[in-house]
């Protein structure tokens, strides 16, 4: 591991473990890559002794994608309470995510949206729990966002279905409340473009990782979580947050 990546993935864990955030980094450390950005990521997951249950991926149209692995020891159903003194911003997304019914290992030929879709068992939709390890974020590089796992703190569950044969994310309503007050509500609100576009990167670009991630691939079981339609709403201690997607379903938690 180069010294630099491990330099940057121990003051992120560093940053994990007492709650404080990072206010800098020496200019050799910091990430000057995309690559460089995904190694500490990596660095920092295995030095922290995770293991993968779900990954995050994002993006615009016409945009690279940027993804992040999330910890299965990060994932709860919907209902859980998180210790509001373990939190700084509380933030909050919607997101639909999907579950894997099959591996998908590398392979010589690049995934396209139609692998993705016939290898996937049920859609979800989920509650990212956003959470930075960077003082100025979201005010920040970039480059130092993606190093920071793109500012996940978890992941929580709520309904689970088969995925439907047709999907209209233009047309779909979705509603965040924070203690039955609505803090944002609108319909055809996501940025990503094609969910199945996104995965498909995503499964081609999951066996390039580094690490323990070397070589892995995505697996059956694993959830993927597409993006935000709410950008991101910041509540407080104490509240309790619910997200839902009419017609499809809801998933809440609480910080307690």
Excluded: C
């Amino acid at each position: 591991m180069p010294v630099k990546v491990n330099a940057a993935a121990q003051r992120l864990v560093n940053a994990f473990e007492t709650g404080t955030p990072i206010a800098d980094l020496p200019a050799p450390e910091a990430p000057r890559t995309r690559e460089d950005a995904f190694a500490i990521q990596d660095a920092a997951f295995d030095l922290l002794g995770r293991r993968v249950g779900a990954w995050k991926v994002g993006g615009s149209p016409g945009a690279e994608p940027t993804a992040s692995p999330i910890a299965e020891s990060k994932i709860y159903t919907s209902g859980q309470v998180l210790a509001s003194a373990m939190h700084r911003t509380f933030g909050v997304e919607a997101e639909i995510a999907f579950r894997l019914g099959n591996d998908l290992p590398e392979r010589d030929t690049p995934y396209q949206p139609d692998d993705i879709r016939a290898a996937l068992s049920t859609m979800i939709v989920a509650i990212e729990i956003v959470e930075s390890r960077l003082q100025d974020w979201p005010k920040t590089d970039p480059l130092w966002a993606l190093m920071d796992f793109q500012a996940n703190d978890s992941l929580v569950l709520g309904t689970e279905m088969p995925v439907p044969d047709t999907l209209d994310f233009s047309s779909q309503p979705v509603r965040l409340l924070f203690d039955d007050t609505v803090a944002f509500e609108d319909t055809g609100t996501f940025g990503g473009g094609d969910p199945f576009v996104l995965m498909a990167w995503l499964a081609n670009h999951a066996p390039g990782r580094t690490g323990s991630l070397k070589g892995r691939g995505l697996k059956a079981g694993d959830v993927i979580t597409t993006g935000s339609w709410n950008g991101v709403d910041f509540a407080k201690a104490g509240v309790t947050a619910r997200v839902e997607f009419p017609g499809l379903g809801k998933a809440d938690m609480q910080f307690g």
